[in-house]
């Protein structure tokens, strides 16, 4: 594995190189990979918003991001998704012996607004007990193939997971990098399924062997590298910051909470039921979207204190369903915004009221690019100690201002000599 030092010198030869026009023909370079977002140059009137984002040399359309799940399940799927405009596609995982995995049904469990298990309001909460993908990986690589072939100036990511395993981890990332894909998610973030095998977040939740296999994959990977993180864990910046030091070029965050969605009241059964069991799967949706906030705002504060270098980005996951969730991620920090269960919900077709509902917000705001106002909010986030300290002094403030009179016009004749005396002086 390359060292921070050598990539921060091959960086500095890049930067020159990277501020010429992207070729369509050209994949990205591993290293010294800019972030930054295109901005709408005029010299005449008020600009139109502009959605367009480079992240690690990756060229979108938009901060819109097909999540690793059912959304990336097959070409079909990841062909819609680009025909309806979003920014990128992210696939459904993969690994080298998909035989080894083995899905049930149901495998969805849904909780909406109201009690327990009621069949009536909006959906706000969303299990999964989905496994990573069980199609043959040449299947998946020719799919990924033709639709590079097909849309060569798109961007697509391919998810992968292997067992603890160097040899496995590198077969894998050489077949997959041969199709063409523009980057790499490692999801080392997967709550359920498979966590004997040292799959998922059995290696993202210890991060002796996550720096380990980071240390695999950025040894043989010749793209961008994204480290996909589990919130099952309690302080998610320590295997975030593990990641970027082991080489990855960005995190992404954060994948679903570990839960059981509920019981069947009525035949004491656990949702999903298969053959009257069940197994604690992973909660998405609208429900989980503040916690997910809560995980990228300590990634994004961890990030800029110790990684404050535009060679470096970050994915926010979790509960988007509206412009407005995607802006809270955006404010936060993050270069690009994920979604999977809310595609699930309302179709490939969100990515239109997304992209709407942004520019809306940047027009009122008067932001032109996401550059503009990525990361805006993340200063005003403090310890509780400050926050006491920052009110007690707000009140002592508050407090002179209302005990003195501001000039002669504000006496009331009620003491002349007492009323000059409290005058604040200037």
Known sequence: ???????????????????????????????????????????????????????????????????????????????????????????????????????????????????????????????????????????????????????????????????????????????????????????????????????????????????????????????PVWAKMTPNITDITQPARVALKSGCEGVAAINTIMSVMGIDLNTLHPEPCVEGYSTPGGYSAKAVHPIALGKVMQIAKMMKEEFDNKDYSLSGIGGVETGGDAAEFILLGANTVQVCTGVMMHGYGLVKKLCADLKDFMRKHNFTSIEDFRGASLPYFTTHTDLVQRQQQAIRQRKAIKKGLQSDKDWTGDGFVKETESMVSN
Not at 5 to 33: F, H, K, M, N
Not at 84 to 108: F, H, M
């Open 1 to 223: 594995m390359e060292s921070l030092a050598l990539r921060s010198s091959v960086a500095r030869s890049l930067l020159l190189e990277l501020r010429r026009p992207a070729r369509a023909d050209l994949r990205p370079r591993r290293v010294g990979l800019m972030v930054a977002a295109s901005t709408a140059a005029g010299e005449q009137g008020p600009l139109e918003p502009d959605l367009r984002v480079r992240v690690n040399g990756l060229e979108m359309p938009n901060p819109f991001v097909i999540a690793s799940g059912p959304p990336g399940t097959n070409y079909t799927v990841m062909k819609r998704a680009f025909d309806e405009g979003w920014g990128a596609v992210i696939s459904k995982t993969v690994s080298l012996d998909a035989a080894k995995v083995v899905n049930v049904t149901p495998r969805y469990a849904r909780l909406r607004a109201g009690s327990n298990g009621s069949v009536k309001g909006p959906i706000i909460g969303w299990e999964n007990i989905e496994l990573i993908s069980d199609r043959p990986l040449e299947t998946m690589l020719n799919e990924f193939k033709q639709l590079k072939e097909e849309y060569p100036d798109r961007i697509l990511i391919a998810s992968i997971m292997e067992e603890y395993n160097k040899a496995a981890w590198q077969e894998l990332i050489e077949q997959v990098e041969a199709t063409g894909v523009d980057a790499l998610e490692i999801n080392f973030s997967c709550p359920h399924g498979m966590p004997e095998r040292k799959m998922g977040a059995a290696v993202g939740q210890d991060c002796a062997l996550l720096e380990e296999a980071c240390g695999w994959i950025n040894e043989k990977a010749t793209v």
